[in-house]
């Protein structure tokens, strides 16, 4: 037998569910304890904003809402790796990441509060808005990369989809075009096992979701999405050789969704609630946490100082978003084009005209 | 201009050629991708030279997937680039579409202006070259209904050059349809001194008195001829090439139908729901008064575009035209 060719996808997780290293062979990041303090308070800010975030929609002070509960070692890792001049091409429960590069929690609560304000980021500037449409980011950000690519620049762009966005043509489009142009990105999977209803293996019959970037000929790897060490690690290696010239990476994150997909859902429906409770012994936050602890860099008096000024702050972005007025009848005519061709300034006018103003 | 007065006429598709020349020449935010555009210099040849001027980053053969030239585009032109991405037949656009729609057409609004798509995707439209399944649909209408983006479809050598200039510098998307069966119809003289043309406005081809006869793109040429047939009979015919379909220059068509008080829309896309619906119904709007005929339309039919040994019977001949000519003006 000749083989063709062959691979192998490597797994890697650095701390157990209790928070304890494995091995000897950690990353550098598993050293920075500054950092690694950082990323923590990151993390647990967003799940803070999380609940926060779902408190409202519940109470109709907020639109549909996807909650990123589960899900912050992975995106946290996402954000934290990657230098501001990179770009961003988030799916659409990104936040830890997005937090981490300057987009603010009032913009996200803009956003699924119904304003098209909350994509206007004070932040990093030059990073995608969510990308509700499955997996289109993908394609952008390998875009983007081409541009980086052309112009000379040292910059990488990552985009991030969903075990359920790699089912889709953009995501295998995309790896094959960051392939076969050699561009500097790295499409990271956040596999959380649901996609709404449907679970990971009627996705597809893949060992890994990782391996689907053998095929575009990048560089591909699977680690515990629960473990931010792992895939902080996993993001500074691939972001490193991107930047270098050296190819673009597929990176699996395994993780679990523990909220429901959005607030318009209930995975009552479709998921047994032993698999969830399983799910939380393997969560993110508290592994961290403890592992911090055993160094000695967090302890009970510290998180309980940061939990409370998690609260103040959320409170303070929650409120700032609900006393934002509504923007005024004639923003659905502005930015349509940069200069409004005379149907649109016609059309503009009368509904200006046809408003009735209360202020 | 001294290059300029020595330039020997050139055909529409030539046209495209020296309006991509001429922008990548002048502006390096400015590259070119698709199929087969590079080393081929596109199955047309509309990008015939580019890649051995410009290199291959500058002028880049993508895979084979219209998804991927879509979202590559639309990841550029948000970096600041201005891709210029061709699809090589407008029947292989479809799956641009997503990308289009979801993303480019409203990419500057939904960010408050923040991001914008400063895009054109090109490609060859419509029917009359006895090419192949899929290769001659006329699809503007589709395109028509999407808020954000601009729709634009040359009829001459020079429109073709000045109105691709004016789609690269557009800082919004623009689908730009070349009427492939007119590429090389004809040769004009067509300085290449990087004018652009006017988007939004049509273009008033012939003056008339007695009927206004719209069309845009390859039927344009019918059209033409519809009106040199009707000027034997001592009929006066005014032609007006709509070409940018979107947003739409009605005050245009207004003014002539209000001196002629008579319309015949011609285009060879299929009737419903087509872009004549669009003029016909704010002819209805705003020129009832106007009128002293009912408007005219002669297009394809409601079906799809046949293969080739029956292509032109699908398509508006110029007897059509007359005849709907002559329709209007025996109502008096």
């Not at chain 2, 030239?69 to 656009?93: D, N, S």
């Not at chain 2, 054109?120 to 999407?146: D, T």
Request: hydrophobic share 45%; net charge negative.
């Amino acid at each position: 037998m000749t083989i063709a060719a062959s691979f192998e996808i490597e797994y890697r997780q650095y701390l157990d569910t209790d928070g304890n290293p494995i091995g000897s062979n950690l990353p550098p990041i598993a050293r920075d304890l500054e950092q690694l303090v950082a990323i923590y308070q990151l993390m647990s800010f967003t799940r803070v904003f999380d609940s926060k975030a779902i408190a409202l929609q519940r109470t109709g002070k907020l639109g549909t809402y996807a909650s990123s509960l589960g899900h912050e070692a992975a995106h946290a890792a996402i954000g934290s790796a990657m230098r501001p001049e990179d770009v961003l091409a988030p799916a659409y429960r990104e936040y830890a990441a997005q937090f981490w590069r300057g987009v603010t929690p009032r913009e996200v609560l803009l956003y699924w509060g119904g304003d098209e304000r909350g994509n206007d980021f004070a932040g990093p500037r030059n990073d995608f808005a969510w990308s509700v449409p499955i997996a289109t980011q993908c394609l952008h950000a390998a875009g983007s990369a081409l541009a980086f690519k052309i112009r000379g620049e040292k910059r990488v762009a990552v985009s991030v989809c969903g075990d359920g966005g790699s089912s889709k043509a953009d995501f295998y489009a995309a790896l094959n075009s960051v392939g076969a142009l050699e561009l500097p990105m790295v499409l990271v999977v956040v596999n959380n096992q649901w996609a709404i209803s449907v679970p990971r293996s009627r996705q597809s019959a893949a060992k890994t979701l990782a391996q689907k970037g053998i095929a575009g000929g990048l560089h591909c790897l699977q680690v515990d999405g629960n473990d931010l060490i792992a895939c902080r690690g996993a993001m500074d290696e691939a972001l490193a050789r991107a930047r270098e010239g050296g190819g673009g990476s597929v990176i699996e994150m395994v993780t679990y969704r523990l909220h429901d997909h959005t607030t318009a859902d209930d995975a009552r429906r479709y998921r047994d609630d032993d698999e969830v409770k399983a799910a939380w012994q393997r969560e993110p936050l508290g592994r961290l946490r403890a592992y911090l602890t055993r160094l000695g860099a967090w302890d009970d008096e510290k998180d309980g100082l940061w939990q409370a000024q998690c609260e103040a702050r959320v409170g303070e972005e929650v409120d700032a978003y609900l006393n934002t007025r509504s923007q005024p009848v004639e923003a659905m005519f502005d930015y349509l084009y940069a200069e409004a061709p005379l149907d649109i300034a016609q059309q503009r006018a009368l509904a200006v005209a046809r408003e009735v103003r209360h202020d | 201009m001294t290059e300029a007065a020595n330039a020997a006429p050139i055909t529409l598709i030539e046209g495209v050629t020296q309006a991509l020349a001429w922008e990548m020449a002048h502006d390096d935010s400015v590259v070119v991708l698709g199929e087969d555009v590079g080393v081929n210099g596109g199955v047309f040849r509309a990008t015939v030279g580019l890649q051995d001027t410009f290199g291959p980053w500058r002028v880049i053969d993508t895979p084979l997937c219209e998804t991927t030239i879509a979202g590559l585009t639309v990841g550029m032109a948000v970096q600041g680039m201005k891709p210029v991405a061709e699809a090589q037949f407008e029947g292989f656009i479809y799956p641009m579409l997503e990308h289009l729609i979801c993303h480019a057409a409203r990419m500057r609004y939904r960010t408050r202006g923040r991001l914008s798509c400063p895009l054109v995707v090109r490609a060859p439209w419509g029917g009359g070259i006895r090419a192949p399944e899929h290769h001659s649909e006329a699809n503007e209408a589709l395109f028509a209904n999407v808020p954000g983006l601009r729709i634009v479809i040359p009829s001459s050598p020079a429109r073709a050059y000045g109105l691709l200039l004016a789609a690269i510098r557009d800082p919004d998307p623009v689908i730009f349809f070349e009427p492939k069966r007119i590429y090389r119809q004809y040769k004009e003289l067509v300085p290449d001194d990087g004018e652009a043309l006017p988007l939004d406005v049509c273009f008033v081809l012939r003056d008339g008195s007695d009927v206004t006869l719209v069309s845009w793109g390859a039927t344009v040429k019918e059209t033409l001829e519809a009106a040199d047939a009707l000027e034997a009979e001592g009929i006066s015919a005014e032609v007006i090439d709509v070409a940018t379909i979107k947003p739409l220059d009605f005050d245009t068509i207004h003014e002539s139908v209000t001196r002629t008080g008579r319309c015949v829309i011609v285009h060879e896309a299929p009737k419903n729901v087509g872009v004549g619906a669009e003029i016909a119904a704010r002819l209805a709007e705003q020129a009832m008064y106007d009128l002293v005929a009912p408007v005219e339309r002669v297009t394809g039919y409601d079906t799809h575009m046949p293969l080739f040994r029956l292509e032109m019977k699908y398509m508006p001949g110029v007897q059509r035209i007359v005849e709907a000519a002559k329709r209007t003006l025996a109502v008096s």
